[in-house]
């Protein structure tokens, strides 16, 4: 067995604790919700940047390219300075949702390169320029520009200009479960000799100052210098653990800095800190000279060697730190040799891994591996520790000032229950450092290829009972956790359950456990979000940010009620998802055959709902052939002629069923054909139980053959919705055409914007009206893939249209991921068109090879938009490429048989 392989087993089976230690420390927790007292909710202002570091966290730490235990006990982290800064670079810097022209955004360039599912090996690149950072620079020239102008980046200051930039490489090997070894690379690209100060940092979070009781609170631990040179750390729940540190490439001992992990009172409030020795010490002691700043006691809770680097032009040079457990002491030669050969044996570990779960075309072709491998990578790096419980945020702490009396009345408050304090896969840990559940959902399709035990048990960390609300919704992210996502966990779920083993050793017990929770899910929403029980949703903005003309998270401007295509059909898609479920538990428990029933009665019901007219109360327009939301007050009934992903939902809702795997379920067949007898009034409005299709299998859909034929002549359009790196948010119709409408003299728009939004409904750093986003994408794909398998042969649409070139709809599937996975590879000039124009990365040896995930994509450059590491859902690109990589394997094999058999 691989040794990556047997490490994700022993710790499955619990025998050895592999992932205890990897990157689950924060990139960003000032201006977090969890952090923010304020008597308003301003969390940006309440603890901004510049208080970062001088300030204890209440609920978490963060750091550059760090790594920390999974409970954040005790932080190990880069700080930086190149003799010109006016701060230590001990974090990440960006701007503040207020401060952006878009939103908040993060203005730096780093890279995750490498990783293993168990973060024995992982690899990470900082750019750090050699000048002066431009902190005002960036906040005045983005405070300058209008929304409609392209954000002002780190790139375009000028900073990395004649390569006066040092390249820093964080990498980090186990060689057992609690011995970690860190080793820092930093490379001089510039043309002259340069300095850079490195403190490699390690530092136990804040978790005794607070007068807190509940779990994780503890008394204070120490780090104490020894006789021999290294720093003995001792906590109450993590044990004794040891700390060395090299020589530097001068041969000689760096000298050891130490404070206490304690906010600095009197830079912030005017007040005397209880200790004069506090969190920002390191800052003080090597930016302002301040040789006071620092313990010259030998103990504290905060710790780094300080490493001054002269390094000649060109060249690079490398330190090396370790801390392990006492108990797992490996002997007095902590560098050298043996040093070096644990990193090679876990680089080789994690490069045998991939190999053997990726197919061979990826593994033979350096460019496919390459972007597999940094996406796999981004992944893996954006899982991070999240602390936040509800109770005693709400309340305070007993040794800190009591929180505002707004507080019982703001933000949550009906999510006292919610105690928070996991590892979570975050959609970025910088722009969104806290978990939204339904980019978790899609962050676990490709998590599941890597680490399928994780991908399960994050997917039923969520329904748990410390997560799920009791009245059965699942929370959204800390800004406001009863906002609504699109329920896309339950087809997660079974996706997970499918993905990671063959059909007879799949985990029924897992899958068992979701459903239960799930139906408290389904039934939250069929009571909050059909409030008339009509069997037409709605659910405010569900995901899609600033999609529609009006705010839907808001009261509607013209009074009355908005419907929701994609309200109705997510419903229809959640609906065939839990009867697709109910239907596999069945075949071992003929219980689930009445669950069963009652999803695919409501199935039918929603559908039969949605499909009517939209004058007679349904979701579909007849004349444009598309579904619309539809706008009803008491005198008037408007379809929002608006053509968006709103109106491709729709499509996602397909299922297809084989006889012989339902054929013997006799409670279940016997409603089924029942309903086949009596409810032939539907059959011209939908697609159900259909057998027009492939012999032997049976659809369930929302539209009819006909309606499917008008969706995907659009769909496929490349003047509406086909771009050549996937499909839009919005029609690019609306780019001459608008959609205008006025309410009370005031005009309300939605125009084809391909890039960045011009408008500031939720912040303006999110826009769906055009750009490509990979969630929605991959939704189509299996979607377009369910409805191949019913029709197979018998059903091609022109793709593009108007093309004349004919294709199944599995092929306009291939044909789709092949689209977005170009977003991300090199055309024949270098140009990666994930980076847009920027010529370093189409030319620059040292930036051609490195890979950004964004959060969403232009729609007609795929230029990358929004957060640049948003790899929790845009990973999805790497089961893209994998499906494009085995079509070309099959059809090769198809095409070598042919070739022997003709011989």
């Given at each position: 067995m691989a040794v990556e392989r047997e490490k994700l087993k022993q710790?499955?089976?619990?025998?050895?604790?592999?992932?205890?230690?990897?990157?689950?420390?924060?990139?960003?927790?000032?201006?977090?919700?969890?952090?923010?007292?304020?008597?308003?909710?301003?969390?940006?202002?309440?603890?901004?940047?510049?208080?970062?570091?001088?300030?204890?966290?209440?609920?978490?730490?963060?750091?550059?390219?760090?790594?920390?235990?999974?409970?954040?006990?005790?932080?190990?982290?880069?700080?930086?300075?190149?003799?010109?800064?006016?701060?230590?670079?001990?974090?990440?810097?960006?701007?503040?949702?207020?401060?952006?022209?878009?939103?908040?955004?993060?203005?730096?360039?780093?890279?995750?390169?490498?990783?293993?599912?168990?973060?024995?090996?992982m690899k990470a690149l900082y750019k750090y320029p050699q000048c002066e950072y431009p902190y005002g620079k960036l906040e005045e020239e983005n405070r300058r520009r209008g929304k409609d102008e392209l954000e002002y980046e780190l790139e375009n200051s000028g900073v990395f200009d004649d390569n006066r930039y040092w390249d820093v490489f964080a990498e980090y090997a186990k060689n057992s479960p609690n011995d970690v070894l860190c080793k820092i690379t930093v490379a001089n690209r510039g043309p002259e000799d340069a300095t850079i100060h490195v403190l490699p940092q390690l530092w136990f979070r804040n978790t005794w100052i607070?007068?807190?009781?509940?779990?994780?609170?503890?008394?204070?631990?120490?780090?104490?210098?020894q006789k021999d040179g290294s720093v003995l750390l001792t906590h109450e729940s993590l044990g004794k653990y040891t700390f060395v540190w090299d020589l530097g490439p001068d041969g000689n001992k760096p000298p050891l800095l130490m404070t206490e992990n304690e906010t600095n009172s009197k830079r912030l409030y005017g007040m005397d800190s209880y200790t004069p020795f506090v969190r920002d010490a390191f800052h003080r002691y090597v930016v302002n000279g301040e040789t006071d700043a620092v313990s010259p006691k030998g103990h504290g809770t905060k710790v780094a060697p300080h490493y001054v680097l002269h390094v000649p032009a060109g060249e690079s040079v490398t330190i090396r730190q370790r801390f392990f457990c006492n108990k797992e002491d490996p002997g007095k030669e902590y560098f050298g040799d043996a040093f070096e050969k644990i990193f090679e044996d876990r680089k080789k570990d994690t490069d045998d891994y991939y190999k053997s779960?990726?197919?061979?075309?990826?593994?033979?072709?350096?460019?496919?591996?390459?972007?597999?491998?940094?996406?796999?990578?981004?992944?893996?790096?954006?899982?991070?520790?999240?602390h936040y419980i509800l109770k005693d945020w709400l309340n305070g702490d007993k040794d800190q000032p009591a929180p505002p009396e707004s507080r019982k009345s703001g933000r949550n408050i009906e999510w006292k229950h919610l105690f928070n304090k996991d590892v979570i896969s975050m959609p970025d840990k910088w722009e969104y450092p806290w978990y939204a559940s339904w980019d978790l959902a899609f962050h676990m399709i490709p998590m599941a290829r890597v680490d399928p035990e994780l991908a399960k048990d994050q997917l039923l960390l969520f329904l748990r009972e410390w997560y799920l609300s009791p009245n059965g919704q699942m929370p959204a992210y800390e800004f406001e956790f009863g906002d609504v996502n699109p329920p896309v966990h339950a087809w997660a779920v079974f996706r997970v359950f499918k993905m990671v083993a063959p059909r007879g050793e799949r985990d029924q017990f897992f899958l068992r456990r979701c459903f239960q929770k799930l139906m408290l899910n389904f039934t939250w929403w069929v009571n909050r979000k059909d409030p008339e029980g009509k069997n037409i949703f709605s659910g405010g903005f569900l995901g899609l940010d600033n999609i529609g003309v009006f705010d839907r998270s808001k009261p509607l401007p013209t009074g009355g009620s908005l419907e929701q295509a994609d309200g109705t059909a997510w419903m229809a898609f959640f609906c065939s998802t839990m009867l697709d479920i109910a239907l596999e538990l069945a075949q071992e428990d003929p219980s689930y055959e009445d669950m069963a029933s009652k999803f695919f009665e409501h199935f039918i019901s929603i559908v039969d709902a949605m499909n009517q007219m939209a004058g007679g109360g349904g979701l579909w327009d007849e004349e444009d052939g598309f579904y619309y939301d539809v706008l009803r007050t008491d005198h008037t009934t408007i379809p929002l002629r608006i053509r968006s992903i709103v109106g491709l939902v729709p499509l996602y809702a397909v299922l297809?069923?084989?006889?012989?795997?339902?054929?013997?379920?006799?409670?279940?067949?016997?409603?089924?054909?029942?309903?086949?007898?009596?409810?032939?009034?539907?059959?011209s409005k939908i697609a159900y139980m259909s057998k027009d299709g492939v012999k032997g299998r049976l659809l369930l859909a929302i539209p009819t053959r006909e309606r499917l034929t008008r969706l995907l002549r659009y769909v496929l359009d490349e003047e509406e919705f086909l771009s050549p790196y996937g499909i839009r948010s919005l029609s690019k119709v609306h780019h001459g055409k608008p959609f205008i409408m006025y309410v009370d003299g005031e005009e309300y728009r939605v125009d084809y914007m391909p890039g960045e939004s011009n408008s500031y409904l939720f912040g303006g750093n999110s826009n769906w009206r055009g750009p490509i986003w990979l969630c929605v994408n991959y939704l189509l794909i299996e979607a377009l893939e369910r409805y191949d398998y019913f029709y197979g042969e018998a059903f091609k649409v022109e793709c593009p249209t108007g093309s004349g070139n004919y294709m199944r709809l599995a092929e306009v599937a291939n044909e789709l991921s092949r689209?977005?996975?170009?977003?991300?590879?090199?055309?024949?000039?270098?140009?990666?068109p994930c980076h847009g124009d920027i010529e370093k990365y189409r030319d620059d040896p040292h930036w051609k090879d490195l890979i950004l995930f964004y959060e969403y994509f232009h729609g007609d450059s795929g230029r990358g938009c929004g957060a640049s590491h948003q790899t929790g859902w845009t990973a999805i690109v790497a089961n893209c490429i994998e499906k494009c990589a085995k079509r070309e394997e099959r059809l090769r094999r198809e095409k070598e048989a042919a070739a022997a058999e003709k011989k």
């Open positions: 710790d499955r089976e619990r025998t050895h604790n592999w992932k205890r230690w990897g990157p689950f420390l924060s990139e960003r927790q000032w201006g977090t919700v969890r952090e923010d007292y304020s008597h308003d909710g301003d969390c940006w202002n309440y603890f901004p940047h510049d208080h970062a570091r001088s300030r204890a966290y209440r609920w978490g730490e963060d750091g550059l390219l760090g790594i920390t235990d999974r409970q954040c006990r005790l932080c190990f982290a880069l700080a930086l300075w190149n003799g010109k800064d006016g701060i230590l670079k001990e974090r990440l810097f960006g701007l503040t949702g207020p401060q952006g022209n878009h939103g908040e955004d993060c203005k730096e360039n780093y890279y995750y390169l490498d990783s293993s599912p168990t973060h024995s090996y607070w007068g807190c009781t509940h779990e994780g609170c503890t008394m204070k631990p120490s780090m104490k210098l779960i990726q197919p061979k075309t990826i593994n033979v072709t350096p460019e496919l591996d390459n972007v597999m491998r940094q996406c796999y990578a981004s992944l893996l790096w954006s899982k991070q520790f999240y297809a069923l084989e006889e012989s795997k339902i054929g013997h379920l006799e409670g279940f067949m016997k409603r089924t054909k029942w309903f086949l007898k009596y409810r032939q009034d539907l059959a689209r977005l996975a170009k977003t991300f590879f090199p055309d024949e000039t270098g140009r990666r």
